[in-house]
């Protein structure tokens, strides 16, 4: 059985309830009903039913709470599918996976403190989809910073995963400083120091990134607020051989932080150990080179300058 709409001049159409049948080999169909003195909305509920659907009265479905879930969506596939999940871990408390990757995908939708995240996060009070596709439930903030605990933990497995995914021997890394002003007084690292955002008085932490030729951060490391750019390389130097396992790398930095002294200083420091390119940028992009001599000549390095275009 359907629904057919018959045209009728210039009244109404006519809406009838109609069956197909097979006569002879050839195909009929006959009225059943004539159905255009019902409703609209009648109609279309019958023949909803018709169809093997279910058919709901008008007033009853009504839209309480409609959440934005597009860009939750996005970010939270995106996620998946770059395996940041699984590149995480695996912690004992299994809410805490979730969590992690709750504040990092809020960190791109809507960022916030902590407090503002977990009421976003929380079912009653939320502003996206995200808590639910997590299926998060309620959210308080003591949750959100035992997750950033355990991040905190696993933060050199991670980086170190990441290295192994991005980086080689030979590799194009890119390091960059720059600087963020907090209130309070309970940071450890705050210091007065040159703000960069110009906030005279304020304390503030120096942070350093280090990433991937296509622009990939591969690691993260907080300093003290005074720390002047240049005395952060060494440390980066030291990831990329220690933990990273690199032995040759060209690294890529300003030129205030890379400066002569501070390569110099780096050759003498590094011995005997591979070889180390660094370059800067003045007006043209200027490639300090270190490479070894011979071994059985000594452990001596000669360094040159070359421009690049």
């Known amino acids: 059985m359907y629904i057919e709409s018959v045209p009728n001049r210039g009244s109404p159409p006519a809406i009838l309830l109609r069956e197909s049948f097979r006569d002879n080999g050839r195909v009929g169909k006959r009225t059943l009903a004539n159905l255009s003195a019902w409703p ?36 939270l596939g995106t996620i998946r599918a770059i395996g940041l ?4 871990g695996r912690p004992t408390d299994k809410r805490l996976a979730p969590l992690a990757i709750a504040l990092i995908a809020s960190r791109m939708i809507s960022p916030a403190s902590k407090l503002a995240t977990a009421r976003d996060l929380a079912a009653d009070t939320a502003s996206s989809s995200l808590g639910r596709l997590l299926e998060l439930g309620a959210v308080d903030e003591v949750e959100l910073y035992r997750a950033l605990d355990w991040l905190g933990a696993r933060q050199g497995a991670i980086e170190t995963a990441l290295a192994r995914r ?38 503030q932490i120096v942070y350093g990134l280090l990433c991937a030729a296509d622009g990939c951060p591969v690691a993260v490391e907080v300093f003290e607020g005074n720390t002047a750019d240049p005395m952060t390389l060494s440390a980066q130097i030291d990831k990329l051989k220690a933990r ?23 050759l003498k420091r590094l011995g005997s150990t591979g070889s180390l390119h660094c370059a800067r940028r003045r007006s043209a992009l200027c490639s300090r080179r270190a490479e070894r001599t011979d071994p059985h000549r000594g452990n001596r390095y000669h360094v040159r300058d070359r421009l690049i275009p």
């Open 40 to 75: 609209t909305a009648l109609v279309e509920g019958f023949r909803t039913l018709l169809k093997g659907g279910v058919a709901v009265a008008a007033d009853g479905i009504r839209i309480r709470r409609a959440l934005p879930h597009g860009h939750a969506a996005a970010v």
């Open 85 to 88: 999940d699984r590149l995480l």
């Open 166 to 203: 991005h980086l080689k021997d030979g590799a194009l890394v890119l390091y960059d400083v720059s600087s963020s002003w907090l209130e309070g007084r309970c940071c450890e690292l705050a210091r007065f120091g040159y703000s960069r955002d110009g906030k005279k008085g304020k304390l």
């Open 244 to 266: 990273f396992g690199l032995s040759r790398v060209v690294l890529v930095g300003d030129r205030g932080m890379i400066t002569s002294t501070r390569i110099r200083d780096e």
